[in-house]
C-alpha cells in the first residue's frame, strides 16, 4: 500500500514562490510515475506536473514550475516560481506505475491535498 502526504502549500503574493512537498510511503518514489495535480473551486482536476523517466508540465506552468524527486528523502517535490492568482487551487500529489501521466484515472495513490493561494 501506498501513502502520500503533502506538504508545502500556503498563501504567497502573485510572483512569490512555493516547493510542495510529497512524502511517499509503502514503495519507492524511484519506482513511480508522481503527478501532480490541481483542483480550483467549481473547476475539474487538473494535470500540473508528472515525473517518469523525464518531466511533464501543462503548459500554463512551463518554465515557472519544476517537478522533481529525491529518492534518498523517498520524497517527490514541485517547485512554483512566478506563482500567479490563477494558480490558486487544492494541489494533489498521486503515484502510478502505468498509464497515461496526465490522465487522474491512470494514479492509484492520492494524497489528501494541500491550499496554495496566490494573492494580486
Known sequence: QVHL?????????????LRLSCA???????NLSMGWFRQAPGKEREF???I??????????????????????????LQMNSLEPEDTAVYYCAA????????????GYWGQGTQVTVST
Open 24 to 30: 511517499v510511503s509503502g514503495r519507492r518514489v524511484r
Open 48 to 50: 500540473v506536473a508528472a
Open 96 to 107: 502510478s506505475n502505468s498509464g497515461s501521466v496526465y490522465a487522474p484515472s491512470s494514479y
Open 52 to 77: 517518469t523517466w523525464r518531466e511533464f508540465y501543462t503548459e500554463s506552468v512551463k518554465g515557472r514550475f519544476t517537478i522533481s524527486i529525491d529518492p534518498s528523502e523517498n520524497t517527490a517535490y
Open 5 to 17: 502526504a503533502e506538504s508545502g502549500g500556503g498563501l504567497v503574493q502573485a510572483g512569490g514562490s
